[in-house]
């Protein structure tokens, strides 16, 4: 058995590798800023404390800011951070699993099994394993759900401990349900509390209130949640993910999920909402009278055979549209990069039209409508003065970007995590040449390894773990 101290410290995870500084110009080939600036070319970026102090063409920065390290060669693309805005680290262990189910049959056979089942350090390994995945990929920013039986004692602080361990910045919920499963309003409310304390006390991680979906809460849960939106005015909720939710939906109350949300009074809150595949002209209104953003997942949508969500015409209606990864378990990669092209091609072979979801447009959901979704645009999703340090740096040094003709279909279409030379959050780099700086994941996989075929034992999952 793994040794659990001798592995879960920050201070034992943590590499002792060099960090960039807090303040110096990052020069690339192009610079897309996804804001004011536009498309820089031969440009760069000035970091001053972890800020972004200017953007502009490099030969104006070096004058400008002659005094500071000046990291890149001058190719290759900066982008800002991309923003992940839907996932679940609570299906951190049990990725590979289950594809041939539909949603409700993968909540029968994978998700609900674990659920009881998940503890804090199954909470701290599975997500210090799948948030260093995403943040290999370009990740600075992190939307998350951790779906569990509430505990005792609260399992969702384990996600803050990682979280602060990658450097990663994160916006966190815990997505409980007591339908059919009858669970304490009284616990779920102090694993909510639970979390938002951790949150509190970290680095990067901020709390927001969670809800797994409506037809899976009774009323007294969807009351707890409406009160906890008084301490926390922020919500994340999946809705309409699947034709079987809205049915149930109308089937147990009379009217779909999202009127269910809207009369509830959970959608007056800040609210990003996951997938909204099964949209009616009324919900689509809701949405958008309510200013819900949704967080598109296609690459799941496609796994678990949810449908296609409408994203051309949301952003025609002004619904702000950001991507997630979604979950470990439902995706299963958690490479972002993936997640980018496949939200292009979905739509374009969905409606057998080329042009109606373009690179710059999928770009833009990954950063900014990333950001806008979770309410963090004033602080990160572009390129602009002011704004947290949050930096890609795609190099021009693999097969696959050794010439760029155009940057945005180079970032959508062309690049791997291969091609990443560095990531990071408020000025620290957390990447650098495809490698992460802040965690050391080889000594954590041993004990990963072991929670993962513990959990899928007492789950008794269709896994090649389970089989003794």
Known sequence: MTDPAAVTSASTVASASTVAPASFVLRARHVLTM?????????AVAVVDGRIAAVDGYAAIAARFADL????????????????????????????????????????????????????????????????????????????????????????????????????????????ADVPHDRSIDLIVAEHHALAQAAAGSRRTRFRVGLATIPSSSDALLAATRSLLDETDRLHVHLHEVREEVTASRTTR???????????????????????????????AMLRRHAVAVAHCPVSNMILASGVCQVPR???????????????????????LETVKAAALLQKVHHQQADVLTAPTVLRMATLGGARALGLD??????????????????????????????????????????????????????????????????????????????????????????T
């Open 35 to 43: 804001g004011t600036a536009g498309h820089v070319r031969d440009g």
């Open 378 to 467: 004033d602080t990160v999703g572009s390129l602009d003065v002011g704004k947290a340090a949050d930096l890609v740096l795609f190099a021009e040094a693999s097969p696959s970007m050794a010439f760029v003709h155009d940057p945005y279909q180079a970032v959508v279409y062309c690049a791997g995590t291969r091609d990443i030379a560095g990531v990071w959050v408020d000025g620290e780099r957390i990447v650098a040449d495809a490698r992460i700086l802040t965690a050391d994941i080889g000594a954590v996989l041993p004990w990963a390894r072991e929670l993962a075929v513990e959990l899928a034992t007492r789950a008794g999952l269709a896994s090649e773990l389970a089989i």
């Open 314 to 336: 949301l952003l025609r209606d002004s619904v702000p549209v950001g991507l997630g990864v979604d979950g470990a378990a439902s995706n299963d990669s958690q490479n972002m």
């Open 254 to 284: 009379g009217v779909s999920s999202i009127e269910v949300a809207a009369r509830a009074g959970l959608l007056d809150a800040q609210t990003v909402a996951a997938h909204c595949v099964w949209l009616s002209d009324d919900d689509v």
């Open 69 to 176: 390290p000046v990291l890149g060669d001058g190719g290759g693309i900066i982008t800002p951070g991309f923003v992940s805005c839907h996932g679940h680290f609570s299906e951190g262990l049990v990725t590979g699993i289950g594809e041939t189910h539909t949603l409700w049959e993968w909540f029968v056979h994978v998700v609900e099994p674990i659920e009881a089942h998940l503890t804090r350090d199954m909470a701290y390994v599975g997500t210090l394993l799948k948030a260093s995945e995403m943040v290999l990929s370009g990740v600075t920013t992190v939307g998350d759900m951790f779906c569990s039986a509430p505990g005792t004692p609260p399992i969702t602080p384990g996600i803050v401990d990682a979280l602060d361990v990658v450097g990663v910045r994160a916006d966190v919920s815990f997505g409980p």
